[in-house]
């Protein structure tokens, strides 16, 4: 199920176990920092995703709510 043409969003909160799997299979995440920490889902993953092997990309998840 998981390969190079998955996208998740946000990633916070997720375990060792499931970076590996996204490094291993090529999954990428997407990481809106403004919302990841104005609605309290956690703090961005972008870094942390990078520092795992993991490709990731910033993105900006509700524009409606952005100053």
Known sequence: V???DIL???CT?????E???????GAAVAS????ELG???GYPVAY???KRGVRA???CDCVSIQR
Do not use: K
């Open 19 to 25: 970076w590996e799997l996204m490094r291993n299979s």
């Open 39 to 41: 609605m309290g889902h």
């Open 2 to 4: 998981l390969g190079s």
């Open 32 to 35: 809106t920092p403004e919302d």
């Open 48 to 50: 942390e995703a990078v």
């Open 13 to 17: 909160g997720i375990h060792e176990e």
């Open 8 to 10: 998740f969003s946000h």
């Open 57 to 59: 990309g910033l993105g």
